[in-house]
């Protein structure tokens, strides 16, 4: 088994999910021998997500490895933090500075199966029961479909609409898996995202929650990460 000195992996899950999202990754992780750890963010705002993450930084020693998926994006943008070795993006969000996520999202076609999304009374934005086998993880299994509607958490509208302060992904190295079969964040997106962030790029034949549904090259993307620094 590889040592990684002490390293350990922080996840942020997005929008409509939680830390569970994660769980085929946190165990493979664990038997390569890296310790993973799942930010529990609130989705209430990009500052609350922002502050939620920081928090879960505290809770850490030694140099970490930051990996968000999909709005997640947007919130490990934002580990400044010298301990941070490297960023790894799951079909995210990279908003540049002064961007909301809500224009980098919709900055191209929707896909055809995409779910109508609007906030409720609330504010709050929920996914539709259709949209998690059209869209969220269409190559997911049944099970897997069910555990996501059951354990669902909607995204607050402030999320998407506040700026996002200058990201890390400026000045510490990155990785961007893009989802070529995304049906949630259209891969033209994404292309483009990864290419300005400089990233180092590999894209799949995948849909939008690889974390479910590949979770052995979720693991690959995040090991790479973690051999270079």
Not at 124 to 129: G, K, R, S, T, V
Not at 183 to 197: L, W, Y
Request: glycine fraction near 4%; hydrophobic fraction near 45%.
């Amino acid at each position: 088994m590889t040592s990684f000195d002490n390293m350990t992996v922080i996840v942020a899950h997005g929008a409509w999910a939680d830390g569970s999202s994660w769980s085929e990754v946190i165990g493979r992780l664990a038997k390569k021998g890296l310790r993973a750890v799942a930010a529990p963010l609130p989705l209430s705002s990009l500052s609350e997500d922002t502050a939620a993450l920081q928090r879960t930084f505290a809770r850490t020693r030694g140099p970490v490895i930051v990996a968000g998926h999909a709005y997640a994006g947007a919130v490990i943008a934002t580990a400044n933090d010298e301990r941070v070795q490297g960023l790894v993006y799951i079909a995210a969000l990279a908003p540049a500075q002064g961007e909301t996520v809500a224009e980098v999202f919709y900055r191209d076609k929707p896909h055809p199966m995409a779910p109508q999304l609007a906030p409720d009374e609330d504010g709050w934005i929920w996914m539709p029961d259709e949209g998690f086998a059209n869209a969220f993880a269409h190559h997911a299994t049944a099970d897997q479909i069910a555990l996501a509607k059951a354990v669902q958490r909607p995204i607050s509208v402030k999320c998407i609409q506040e700026a996002a302060p200058e990201p890390a992904w400026t000045r510490k190295p990155s990785w961007f898996l893009i989802a070529e079969e995304d049906r949630m964040i259209n891969p033209k997106t994404q292309h483009f995202m990864a290419e300005r962030m400089r990233a180092q790029i590999q894209a799949l034949p995948v849909d939008h929650t690889p974390l479910l549904t590949a979770p052995e090259t979720v693991v690959e993307m995040i090991l790479k990460a973690a051999q270079a620094a």
